[in-house]
């Protein structure tokens, strides 16, 4: 790890155990206000637990996790969202049939006047919800739009502007551009961005080194739940992050072992050599 300044938020030899399962083991990453921290990772590299380990909704088995430099320990993701640490899941928790300023204020809604006078400030809600949405470039025509009249991408950005307006010094992004189209994920990689320059420690977890990469400073790549790698974008080149995401060493033994058995076979030879062929063709695909 390098860098310059305290992180916002760190974990250091974090492991954590379900029974006798091992979900992450001696887990080291950062992140520091106004940089994107990527964590990458195929299907269970354990990115879904350490996400959860850094929401509050799981308390680590070992290790240290500290915030603003302090050791901290979270009760529960209620209790991470006040110190400033906002995770921002798949499913957005947003509701479809709902406008867009009341999903934005869902859980948190203003209200006005006192006792039994009491009630919604659906003025104040609407008009936040606009401005809020403004500072992060989303251009909002109409509040009172359902949020299932939003693209993929609008929703997650309404997500993001949701966390950063509720005081998000940390915002974890879980794979928010996992199920959307190239023009899409391009959307909301722009509000990632938009949120980093506004000073926020952005956590960006996904699976694909395309995405990651122009918008992160500092890589940790988690393969079957240890870091597999640590580095930060100048140490670290698109085509060398492709590859180890795509198990390079890994396809390199396996072409081996395919050709030493179709040496050694007598049945199923000629398949054998045509899927060594195939493998050895797609490395060089990854190399070029």
């Known amino acids: ?26 887990v080291s990453a950062f992140v520091r206000a106004g940089e994107v921290t990527c964590l990458l990772g195929d299907n269970g590299a354990g990115k879904s637990t350490l996400i959860k380990v850094l929401a509050g909704v799981h308390k680590p088995t070992e290790g240290e996790y500290f915030f603003d430099g302090q050791p901290m320990n979270f009760s529960s993701p209620r209790d991470a969202l006040d110190h400033g640490v906002a995770t921002v899941y798949q499913d957005l928790a947003m509701i479809p049939l709902m406008a867009v300023w009341r999903n934005f204020f869902l859980g948190a809604e203003p209200t006005k006047g006192w006792g039994p006078f009491k009630r919604y400030d659906v003025d104040f809600a609407k008009e936040t919800s606009i401005s809020e949405l403004g500072k992060m470039g989303i251009d909002i025509r109409d509040p009172d739009q359902t949020v299932g009249t939003l693209s993929g991408g609008e929703r997650q950005s309404v997500a993001i502007a949701r966390a950063v307006y509720f005081g998000a010094k940390v915002l974890i992004l879980d794979e928010p551009t996992a199920a ?3 023009k899409q994920a391009g959307v909301v990689l722009k509000y990632i961005l938009q949120a980093r320059n506004r000073g926020i ?38 085509e060398q992050l492709v590859q180890m995401m795509a198990g390079g060493a890994d396809l390199e033994v396996l072409q081996h072992e395919l050709e030493a058995a179709s040496r050694e076979g007598e049945e199923g030879a000629d398949v054998l050599a045509e899927t060594a062929k195939k493998i050895g063709s797609e490395l060089e695909e990854l190399g070029e």
């Open 1 to 26: 790890m390098s860098g310059n300044g305290t992180p916002l938020l760190e974990i250091k030899n974090v492991s954590k155990f379900f029974g006798s399962v091992i979900a992450i083991q001696d």
């Open 180 to 182: 959307l189209g190239v």
């Open 201 to 238: 420690g952005v956590i960006f977890i996904t699976h694909n080194p395309h995405h990651a990469y122009p918008v992160a400073d500092h890589f940790v790549i988690l393969r079957r739940g240890t870091v597999y790698g640590d580095y930060t974008k100048e140490e670290l080149p698109l």
